[in-house]
């Protein structure tokens, strides 16, 4: 099993676990949103929040098993990568394919896991152990989510640039 999916192995469990674990403690309307401070600002009902935290965990989870499988089948047209007309013609187009499904597949990890500690945070602000969102372990959460992006894309750039697009 590649890294990327054993990473989303690992956060579908630790989903479960949250979902286990916090489920009992939680109160019957719970805080879904919160302002810039950590501030509850929207709510929901328990179950609603539960139902739609495993539904996204549960369609990233299937999206990272399946996303080879997809970008095998999706027509090179509907793809948007740098290049798509040289890396989709002739002997280079399943190579490109196979690459551009471990991008995804990586990125479908990393936003699993920033659903999982981002999660966690909100379902310790609503099972009473704290009273806010804590803001002081979300921002580096997100700004670590968003360095991940910033590299991943560099590198997805980088891989799918013009073989003669070397560093000027």
């Known amino acids: 099993m590649s890294i990327p999916r054993l990473v989303a192995v690992c956060a579908a469990f630790l989903a479960a676990g949250q979902i286990a674990f916090y489920s009992p403690r939680l109160p019957r309307t719970v805080a879904s949103q919160f302002d810039l401070a950590g501030n509850p600002s929207t709510w929901t009902s328990k179950q609603s929040f539960i139902v739609v935290y495993g539904a996204m965990v549960t369609l990233f989870v299937v999206l990272a098993f399946a996303v080879g499988i997809l970008i095998d089948r999706i027509p090179a047209s509907m793809i948007n990568i740098p290049n798509r007309s040289y890396w989709f013609s002739g002997d280079r187009e399943a190579e490109a394919r196979k690459d551009l499904s471990n991008f995804v597949l990586w990125l ?61």
Do not use: H, Q
């Open 108 to 168: 479908f990890a990393a936003i699993l896991v920033l659903l999982v500690l981002t999660f966690e945070l909100v379902f310790e602000a609503n099972a009473g152990f704290a009273r806010n969102l804590a803001m002081s372990w979300f921002w580096p959460i997100l700004l670590a989510f968003c360095v991940f992006f910033v590299g991943w894309l560099a590198k997805l750039y980088a891989r799918f640039r013009l073989p003669d697009e070397g560093i000027r």
